[in-house]
């Protein structure tokens, strides 16, 4: 009588099974966690460039209001605030509550906020001082202004990130 039972050799055993499922699971976790590790960096590094935005959008205002005064006097510019006219418009750029705010007073009125850094920065320090070349001709003189910022968020761990910028100025009495 012919064998109907023949033993079936191509087939893995279940060791052989069992240590393979292992080493796919081992490298499955290896995977996942440069995954979260890389997606981790992308956002950190995403949320740095967002800052690093928001601070130069903040530099180019400033920029803006200074070319635009009329007359920016040196006993209006104090360490971190700093105060321009513009026609019959006071213009005043300060840290309020570790942001960086512009406030407007329209003919002697009251000073309405204009503008604030987002709840996503904290500023720790806004200066505005004399920069470090002085003109012959007395109104024309550099500015020197710092924005040091950390991320609200302390999760991201990102902090002193540093706007430091120079601008001359045709309009600066000291």
Known sequence: MINKFKKNKKG????????????I?????????????AMRTSLRNAVRSSMREELSIVAELISKD???????????????????????TVVRWHL??????????????????????SAD?????FTIERGFIESSTPTQNNLLITIIASQSNSTFNINNLIKQFTMSTRNYEY
């Open 12 to 23: 893995y055993s279940l060791v052989e099974l069992a240590v393979s499922l292992g080493i």
């Open 96 to 117: 309020c509550s570790g942001r960086v705010c512009r406030r407007i007073a329209v003919g002697g009125g009251a000073e309405n906020l204009v503008f604030e850094t």
């Open 66 to 88: 200074f070319r635009n005064a009329d007359l920016v006097l040196d006993a209006n510019c104090n360490g971190n605030t700093c105060s321009m006219r513009q026609g019959n």
């Open 25 to 37: 699971a081992i490298a499955m976790v290896i995977f996942f966690n440069s995954l979260v590790v």
């Open 121 to 125: 920065l904290n500023i720790t320090t």
